[in-house]
């Protein structure tokens, strides 16, 4: 009986190997052991993760499968806008199988003429879009102030709008080339209640990677001439928007 003690390779080692093979064309032998090679049941059942680590797979937990109500719950959203969320998803999905065709796949894009690499860098735009545009990340606070906002400006302030071809910013005024941008301070990890060391329980980022992030974004829309402002959550918001009153008149 082999009672060795079962190999594994470190991350690096993956990675080493995934370089060295990147952008190489597959054998076909390698094509056909792809396309004969069998799932175990425990991999069909989403089993692998508990069998090798112990580890529950994200689909069999609530919180972290987002076909399930829980896991919109958990975002921010009430449990009506969650079931609308789940209802929506479905009704895509069931576009894309009616038509026989996925965005999300390469050949898609291929038919229509683009190269394997645009392809995949198509897909990964709609994804990051997608990810940042999504109507179930906008929060009420957020309708609430840039709502009132627009009373007050009495000019039209146009939502989720996509810039330099890759941010989707939560307010736009075209007259006045503005953007508004409304951090939740939750979310976004308001540095007036969070330490750089905190690590958000929902999406397991670290404050101060995701202040980074923010004020990367912040600075890209400033360099290409949109004048930004930041709104937080916890902000007054009546102070907010006479602030803006006064700047922008």
């Not at 069998?51 to 919109?72: I, M, P, R």
């Amino acid at each position: 009986m082999n009672n060795k003690p079962k190999r594994t390779m470190s991350s690096e080692h993956k990675q080493k190997i995934s370089d060295a093979l990147k952008g190489k064309k597959k054998t076909e032998s390698h094509k056909l052991a792809l396309k004969n090679h069998k799932r175990t049941e425990e991999h069909n059942n989403n089993l692998t993760m508990m069998v090798n680590y112990g580890v529950t797979h994200a689909s069999k937990v609530e919180e972290k499968n987002y076909f399930s109500e829980k896991y919109w719950i958990a975002k921010g959203s009430s449990p009506e806008e969650a079931k609308l969320i789940l209802s929506n998803m479905q009704k895509d999905h069931s576009k894309l199988v009616k038509k026989r065709t996925s965005l999300w796949t390469t050949s898609y894009w291929m038919d229509k003429g683009f190269t394997l690499e645009e392809s995949k860098i198509k897909i990964s735009e709609i994804q990051t879009q997608n990810a940042k545009k999504s109507i179930f990340t906008i929060s009420k606070s957020e309708t609430f102030f840039l709502d009132n906002l627009e009373k007050a400006l009495n000019i039209n302030i146009e939502r989720n709008v996509l810039l330099i071809g890759k941010f989707l910013v939560d307010g736009f005024i075209l007259e006045k080339n503005i953007v508004i941008e409304y951090f939740g301070d939750f979310w976004h990890m308001n540095p007036n209640i969070y330490n750089s060391d905190y690590i958000n329980r929902v999406t397991k980022r670290k404050a101060s990677a995701q202040w980074a992030e923010d004020n990367g974004r912040i600075e890209c829309l400033c360099k290409a001439g949109y004048e930004t402002y930041v709104v937080w959550e916890s902000d007054s918001q009546k102070e907010i928007i006479q602030k803006i009153l006064k700047e922008i008149n």
